[in-house]
């Protein structure tokens, strides 16, 4: 579209009209809502196709593939070493002990010695080597300490943005931190640590159970290469003895010994090229350090890789060699998780924590973990542990949990665990001071420290746990049922004045605030009798509306907070109890008519002003008490002049007509002021569609009860419009609408409303509606009309505040005034 300037202003003029229209149809409190426009049917996004199309191969599978060759050449050389072993002992030594050279036995029974003990202390020797692996203090203790000194780090910087106010409180919290510290470094341990064990009480450093295995691989190397040695020299001097012409019992006896010594010498290279092959690829390739970088698990997975790969060799060794290809770090990690051992339960939450939050795998992890009932139940045990020791154990499985939780199907299996929402509620720890003045019951702290650091990292979990649970109904009722639950929530909605407005404040505290205001909000405006009970608990927490107040008065830095925290007003507002409440709750509506006809702002913080007009006009349906409140403000010409204004015009309408229907007779003489607005409103019915039309029809219909037939003809005037225009248009709504419209649904009763008013003004308006077939359009009405019309609100697809006039009531009286001579 060619617009003719230079400057993209009719660009800029073509966005506004959009974000206009958007404001006007978008979906509010006033329709129903199905389940499939709020996206609740499925978490599914298009972005799942390519998730689960991209078919990435396991890293993992070049450790199983390597373990199973691994385990070929070493069945393959103990195959061989057992069949020499027999010959040897059935051949050589029982057929021709007597008659054998006496280097020929000896270096046959040193052989024999050799591989016997290394063919049957091998599996001694995985399992030393498998020991070896379990602990955090061998290989992977330095990539431990690396990872706690960067968790240091961190804390130090937050630290240093968020400084103590109080320094004795600081040195207290010192105090209190080191000797938290000395407690944990002098608790006792009641097990050996396996790695850690002396087997012999001489020189026990040498005999500590992890060098143990080093010392049987040695002992492995040097016993092949003994045993090629002696082979080789053998075969290559073929000194058997000499055999005398005649002497059959050393006939064969040159044949047995080849065949001995060629079967030993084939066992011992098999079983050094097998150890060439490991080096190779342990240690030349870095296998082990390539899988981990694959798996994305950091500086420590190097523990978690090299335990998994000794478990799959074991496996290929001591059962089939295709038992290590059935493994896989996610079921392996299950496993470990099971355990007892505190060790391998790091390990494993580890690995599903790295998963889980991996794109390449979290997929098939989280589906793995959530048909598996008794991992996630473990999981959710481990919410409960407050042990120190155990608080990264604890900070692993709510992170695999928060993540798990947003799968719909999986968090319903997560909510349908006995105790999980205790278990969740258990994260969430606000740190209390009493205040000095008697009226005040508490004031929150959050402290960056590295006492309360962990607490803090819980608190954020354990939000985004129940913010992902609470998209499903149930699990809304669940989370509300729980004692103590939804008041812990409701705590962390507090954010004082000092913290709205820093401009260097915490973006996690912010967060905090954020995510439990987004819970909130999602259980004030859950449908049923569920969200009927849970906005009447949550409403009756005294401090739920004065922590939403103090945001919209300080928060004007995050619009975002304003908006979760109007939206949850809107949905409270869905009960009588609550609605006198927030108007009860004092500077409330002074708060959210600022927002509303805040001037110059943003255009992202439109959709906080268009959540403030939405609250308002909820809060003044069917509330006489606040309808008062909002006159006494003197906002009524700020409201008529909002009506021109295409960003608040639709709720600024739904205000004024709300004001007129409820104010009672006490407040007429303030209601004629909204009688300047006629003009407008009538200009918007003649003109407008869909929404605004809606509201604007509504309005007329109520505001023209404050004036003289002499006052509605000046008015018409005014607008440039004939009645006869308006009452062509009305039918022509009706002929428009022949079914009561989901978007709006209450279009048809306002036109007859204002129908009526025009037919009681003027005797001449009846004849005009007859001639324009008024009366076959309301028989259309009769036969057509349902539920939908019948409610000022809905709370999804349920109808809420039944109309006090039903709509055949209003037809009847607009039939008999066209009967009428």
């Known amino acids: 579209m060619d617009c003719g300037t230079s400057d993209g202003s009719c660009v800029r003029l073509q966005i506004t009209e959009l974000k206009s229209k958007l404001s006007e149809t978008g979906s509010t409190i006033y329709e129903p809502r199905t389940s499939i426009e709020k996206g609740e049917s499925s978490n599914f996004t298009p972005d799942d196709f390519s998730t689960r199309n991209n078919n990435h191969s396991a890293p993992e599978q070049k450790l199983t593939l390597f373990a199973l060759r691994l385990a070929v050449l070493e069945k393959a050389a103990t195959g061989l070493g057992t069949l020499g072993f027999i010959w040897a002992t059935v051949v050589l030594l029982g057929g021709f002990a007597i008659t054998l050279d006496k280097t020929d036995f000896w270096f046959i029974t040193i052989i024999l010695l050799i591989e016997g003990t290394r063919i049957f202390s091998r599996s001694h020797e995985l399992e030393w080597q498998h020991q070896a692996t379990w602990s955090i203090a061998d290989a992977g203790i330095n990539s431990f300490r690396a990872i706690r000194s960067n968790s240091r780090c961190m804390i130090k910087t937050v630290k240093s943005i968020f400084r103590p106010i109080v320094k004795s409180s600081q040195h207290g919290r010192e105090i209190t931190r080191n000797r938290k510290l000395e407690i944990q470094k002098k608790a006792p341990s009641r097990v050996w640590t396996t790695t850690d064990v002396p087997l012999l009480p001489y020189a026990p450093w040498v005999f500590l159970s992890r060098n143990v295995s080093k ?6 190397l040097v016993s092949a290469s003994a045993c090629v040695g002696l082979s080789l020299v053998k075969l290559v001097k073929h000194n058997y003895g000499e055999v005398a012409k005649g002497d059959t019992d050393k006939r064969n006896r040159q044949s047995a010994l080849n065949i001995f010594y060629s079967l030993a010498l084939a066992e011992a290279l098999l079983f050094l090229l097998e150890k060439a092959y490991w080096e190779w690829k342990v240690i030349y390739c870095r296998l082990l350090e390539e899988v981990n970088k694959e798996s994305e698990l950091g500086p420590s997975g190097m523990v978690s890789i090299r335990r998994f790969f000794y478990d799959a060799y074991s496996r290929c060794v001591t059962g089939s060699i295709f038992d290590g290809l059935k493994m896989d770090m996610v079921s392996f990690a299950m496993d470990l998780l099971a355990s007892n051992s505190p060790d391998e339960q790091l390990i494993g939450a580890q690995i599903l924590r790295k998963f889980a939050s991996n794109d390449r795998f979290a997929d098939d992890t989280l589906q793995k973990i959530g048909i598996t009932i008794s991992v996630m139940e473990r999981l959710v045990e481990m919410l409960n542990w407050k042990d120190p020791q155990e608080e990264e154990i604890r900070h692993s499985a709510a992170e695999i949990l928060s993540r798990l939780a947003g799968k719909k199907q999986n968090s319903l299996r997560v909510a349908g665990i006995p105790g999980a929402m205790e278990s969740i509620s258990s994260l969430l720890c606000v740190s209390r001071t009493s205040t000095a003045a008697s009226d005040e019951i508490f004031e929150k702290k959050i402290i960056f420290d590295n006492e309360n650091y962990g607490l803090w990292t819980f608190n954020h979990l354990g939000l985004l746990i129940l913010k992902k649970l609470a998209h499903d109904h149930d699990n809304c009722g669940k989370i509300g049922n729980t004692r103590g639950l939804l008041p812990k929530i409701i705590d962390f909605t507090h954010a004082g004045e000092r913290l709205l407005k820093d401009d260097k404040a915490s973006p996690s505290q912010i967060l905090t605030v954020k995510r439990s205001l987004q819970v909130v909000r999602m259980l004030a405006s859950t449908t049923g009798a569920t969200g ?290």
């Not at 010392?215 to 492995?220: E, I, N, V």
Request: aromatic residues 6%; proline residues 3%; hydrophobic residues 40%.
């Open 215 to 220: 010392l049987l691989y040695w002992l492995q």
């Open 532 to 821: 009927k009970q849970l906005r009447k608990e949550i409403s009756e927490v005294v401090l739920t509306i004065s922590n939403i107040r103090d945001i919209l008065r300080c928060g004007e830095k995050h619009p975002m907070l304003q908006k979760l925290g109007i939206e949850i007003l809107t949905s409270l507002a869905l009960e009588e109890d609550a609605t006198e409440r927030i108007g009860g709750t004092g500077g409330i509506f002074k708060e959210l008519f600022n927002i509303f006809f805040k001037q110059e702002i943003p255009d992202n913080q439109n959709q906080v002003k268009i959540a403030a007009g939405e609250a308002l006009s909820m809060l003044a349906l069917e509330s006489k008490s606040n309808c008062h409140r909002i006159l006494k403000l003197n906002v009524t010409e700020q409201l008529v002049s909002a009506l021109e204004i295409p960003l608040l015009r639709v709720n600024a309408a739904r205000i004024l007509r709300n004001l007129c229907s409820y104010s009672g007779s006490h407040s007429f003489d303030k209601l004629r002021e909204i009688t300047t607005a006629t003009p407008t409103v009538l200009k918007a019915i003649m003109e407008a569609e869909n929404k605004l039309q809606e509201v604007m029809i509504g309005l007329a219909a109520q505001v023209f009860r404050y004036m003289t037939s002499e006052e509605s003809s000046s008015m018409f005037e005014r607008a440039g419009i004939r009645e006869a225009e308006l009452a062509r248009a009305l039918v022509q709504i009706l002929k428009k609408n022949p079914y009561p419209p989901i978007k709006i649904p209450r279009i048809r009763r306002f036109t007859i409303e204002l129908a009526i008013w025009m037919m009681r003004d003027k005797d001449t308006n009846i004849q005009m509606f007859r001639d324009l077939g008024m009366e076959k359009e309301l028989e259309n009405v009769i036969e057509t009309t349902s539920e939908l019309e019948s409610f000022n609100m809905f709370s999804g697809t349920v109808g809420i505040s039944r109309h006090s006039t039903t709509i055949h009531s209003l037809v009847e009286t607009a039939m008999q005034l066209l009967e009428t001579e």
